[in-house]
Structure formats: C-alpha cells, structure tokens
C-alpha cells in the first residue's frame, strides 16, 4: 500500500511538472493579416523616431544589405545568432504580423508563430515603451521596402538551441510594465528615462549580467566588459575626475567631438552616428543627456567599471567608452557594431 502511495505520487509530480512545462513553454500561433492600414504622414514619422530611437536599424542592417533585411551574426556565448528581416516581405519578414503579434514580441519575446525569440533581442526593455509607440513603431516598419530575405540558421549550443528554455529565463527577468512620469520629475527628465529604459534600452550594456545573460537588478548601470570592451558605467557622470556636463554628452551621443573628452569610436560609432544622421541632437539627446547627468555615483563595496571620462586610459584615447555590454546573451544586441569597427579601439581590450 505505501509502495503504491509513494509510486502515485511521483506519477502525479511527474504530470504536475509536465503540464507546468507545456504551460510555460508553449504558446499559441496569431492568425496572419494580408493587408495593412495605410497609416498617415505624421503616424509613420512618429513610428520611424520610435525605431531610430530603438537603434533598430543597427541590429537589423547587415553591412552591404538592405535596410531591416537582417542577417548581421551576433556572437554570444552560448553561440551564434543571425538578426532577423523585419521589412514587410511577407515570406521572409514581417509582412504577415498583425499589430498584436507584433506587440507580443516587442513586450514577451514571442514571435507570431509562437516560437520564443532570444534575449539578445531586448525586448525586456521595449515592454517598457507605450502602447503608442509600439503601433507607431509597427505602422513604420510595415511602410518600408519589403526585401526578400531569410538569415542563415543559427548556432546555438546546446541547450540553448532548444527555444522553449527561454521561457523559464522570462520567468526570472521579464518584469515590468510601460514607464509612467515621476510626478517629482521635470517632463524633459521623464522622458529622458523613458528613452534610456525603454527605447534605448541603454542598461543592456552598461549593467553586469549574471551567468544566464540577465542584469543584476540591484547594479543597473554599473558597468560591463565584453570582449575587453568597457561598458563604462552611467552612475556619477558629472563627478567623475573629468565631469560630464549635458551639452558635452549631446554632443558625444550624436557623433561630434565633446569638448574635453573626445567622440564616439569603437561600437558606439555607429550608433552616435545613426543618432547623428536622424538629427536627434533638437529632440531626444537633451532629455537622455538630462536624465543620464542626473544619475549619482553609486557607492559600491567592490571594484566597478569606472564612470565616464574617469580612466587615464580613456583620456589618452581622447574618447570616453561607451560600449557593448559583458559576454552574455542579452548583451548580444551591441555585437552588431563589431564588422564595423575591426581595428578601432577605444583603450586596448584585456587580453
């Protein structure tokens, strides 16, 4: 009787464990749509500032290709990764999502077919952006050329070749809802995080990771390596050796030289660039440069990359870091920079 027992309720922990396993890893396919609303000017110029503000364009332009098509390899760890096509193509692309499917994988990582998407797509942060912005967004892809284009396969190791483990890393690091206003804050300020947590997703490189590519909550903005790259960190701009004032940071982040410190080089030039190139300097780069100088250096107990403009090495380069963020998964986003900037260093990687 107590062998039976025993045997009956490891059959039922068993199935227990089962269907907790297929609730968490399984998730329903959306219905395609073969047709779009045109949406109208001031929509898509809307849609086309929240997706440069995302840095979209960087990840999913290979060099040589065409825009949004994808392709670009990510090297993480844990193997290597191919950017997606997210041009309206409806094979090889996006042309098939729906304004649902589209806001599921920007807020859960959730392709429309239902296949789990990895972290390196950070979509951790942009389930921080409204749902406006989100529609906006989708309404400005879905005006773009469509190209014909599908990545090569990926190379993941195993078992991160086995998309369903996404899920249970979800379950530990996808937290959060849209960004509301601090009431305490000025607007400028407000949207400036809005666009360094949400959009800019800025604290996928400039925080530590744990061993399973998640930030460490309780050190966001504290720094990374990568590759003997410096992610440095965002705490404690203005009281560095050599401080940050905002309009040397407006400068910095649109690609110019700031006074003091030098420009952009290594995988943040073709991000500053971009920023440059889609005239941000008037709308987006006086709010993240307010809400980044706001930020107070961070007492650690132990050793942390130091905050910008601080490092001897830094000064000798005559450019402040400001990279990609340590070796994990969710950091993969920034290796999309690497083939641009083979031979350009900022200070000499670790060996």
């Known amino acids: 009787m107590k062998r039976k027992t025993i045997i009956g309720a490891v059959l039922a922990i068993g199935v227990a464990g089962l269907g907790f396993a297929f609730w968490m890893m399984w998730r329903p396919e959306i219905a395609t749509v073969s047709q779009h609303l045109n949406a109208d000017r001031e929509t898509l110029d809307r849609g086309r500032r929240v997706v440069e503000a995302g840095d979209c364009a960087v990840c999913h332009t290979r060099p040589g290709g065409a825009y949004m098509a994808g392709g670009l390899p990510l090297v993480t760890p844990f193997g290597t990764l191919f950017t997606t096509n997210i041009t309206p193509d409806p094979q090889s692309g996006i042309g098939q999502w729906s304004l649902d499917a589209f806001e599921r994988a920007m807020r859960e990582g959730i392709a429309r077919d239902g296949h789990f998407l990895y972290p390196a797509f950070p979509y951790v942060h942009y389930r921080k952006l409204s749902d406006a912005d989100i529609a906006d967004a989708y309404a400005f892809l879905m005006s773009v050329d469509p190209i014909k ?32 206003p601090l009431p305490n804050r000025s607007a400028q300020w407000n949207r400036g995080r809005y ?78 660039l971009s920023d440059r190139a889609n ?35 830094l000064r000798r380069c005559g450019a402040p870091r400001c990279s990609r963020g340590p070796a994990r998964v969710a950091m993969a986003a920034r290796r999309r920079c690497a083939s641009l900037n083979r031979g350009r260093h900022w200070r000499t990687p670790r060996r």
């Open 149 to 180: 284009y599908t990545a090569p396969e990926n190379h993941m190791v195993f078992p991160m070749n086995f998309r369903p483990l996404v899920s249970f890393w979800n379950l530990l690091f996808l937290h959060g809802d849209p960004l509301e």
């Open 195 to 272: 666009l360094v947590e949400g959009a800019g997703h800025c604290s996928s490189c400039h925080s530590p990771l744990n061993l399973i590519g998640g930030e460490k909550g309780s050190e966001l903005f504290n720094g990374g390596v990568v590759d003997g790259w410096t992610a440095p960190a965002l705490h404690g701009m203005t009281e560095a050796q050599h401080p940050w004032n905002e309009a040397q940071l407006v400068a910095y982040l649109t690609g110019e030289v700031a006074e003091g410190h030098g420009a952009a080089a290594g995988p943040m030039l073709p991000v500053s």
């Open 279 to 313: 005239c941000r300097r008037k709308t987006r780069m006086p709010s993240r440069s307010t809400f980044l100088t706001s930020r107070k250096l961070h007492r650690m107990p132990h050793r942390r990359p130091a905050p910008l403009g601080s490092s001897p090495a």
